[in-house]
T-cell receptor, first 115, second 114 residues
Framework: EAGVAQSPRYKIIEKRQSVAFWCNPI?????LYWYQQILGQGPKLLIQ????????DSQLPKDRFSAERLKGVDSTLKIQPAKLEDSAVYLC?????????????FGSGTRLTVV | AQSVSQHNHHVILSEAASLELGCNYS??????LFWYVQYPGQHLQLLLK??????LVKGIKGFEAEFIKSKFSFNLRKPSVQWSDTAEYFC????????????FGPGTRLSVLP
């Protein structure tokens, strides 16, 4: 089966600019997650969608980050304006069931560098 | 809030050496436990998982992990590592409670010397 697709793979922007990432989960996976992985740390959940509804966005810095999954399939994550500390890999993952029984399937991530 | 700790930041082994990576979590309820691996330049992949039953879980590529409930631990083991096992290993915990998500540990980088 096709994996989780993410684009772009790399992005370099200046601080205060805006940036958007795109994710296409595995077909049929209703649950979609965005994670932030800072160098040397484990992934940290930013937001979880179940279909097109938000299940958990408690750790999303809502003053600058936003995410949407309008049709319950693709999702975009936006940062506006970016700060230096936003430099990280942004991972998208999807799962068949909310419990994660089958684990997550991760995309390759987008490496963001804010200069 | 639950947390996950991994004992070692970086482990260096020679090929054929035995491996044990420690993972401890803090959560009092029922949990589901996972180990993920991230090979250089690749995405995170599921290595093994524990949901219930036999606390000794076997995963892919000869890895296994043992859940010890009394110690809140889920250590990863492999009797003989190979150079190709060089990667970052992440322990993850998900409380068995709808609405509570995965929490990942900080990761352990494994370097296997040929």
């Amino acid at each position: 089966e096709a994996g989780v697709a993410q684009s772009p793979r790399y992005k370099i922007i200046e601080k205060r600019q805006s940036v958007a990432f795109w994710c296409n989960p595995i077909s049929g996976h209703a649950t979609l997650y965005w994670y932030q992985q800072i160098l040397g740390q484990g992934p940290k959940l930013l937001i979880q969608f179940q279909n097109n509804g938000v299940v958990d966005d408690s750790q999303l810095p809502k003053d600058r980050f936003s995410a949407e999954r309008l049709k319950g399939v693709d999702s975009t994550l936006k940062i506006q304006p970016a700060k230096l500390e936003d430099s990280a890999v942004y991972l998208c993952a999807s799962s068949l069931v909310v419990s994660g029984f089958y684990g997550y399937t991760f995309g390759s991530g987008t490496r963001l560098t804010v200069v | 809030a639950q947390s996950v700790s991994q004992h070692n930041h970086h482990v260096i082994l020679s090929e054929a050496a035995s491996l044990e990576l420690g993972c401890n979590y803090s959560y009092g309820g029922t949990v589901n436990l996972f180990w993920y691996v991230q090979y250089p330049g690749q995405h995170l992949q599921l290595l093994l998982k524990y949901f219930s039953g036999d606390p000794l879980v076997k995963g892919i590529k000869g890895f296994e992990a043992e859940f010890i409930k009394s110690k809140f631990s889920f250590n990863l083991r492999k009797p003989s590592v190979q150079w190709s096992d060089t990667a970052e290993y992440f322990c993850a915990v998900k409380p068995d409670n709808y609405g509570q998500n995965f929490v990942f540990g900080p990761g352990t980088r494994l370097s296997v010397l040929p």
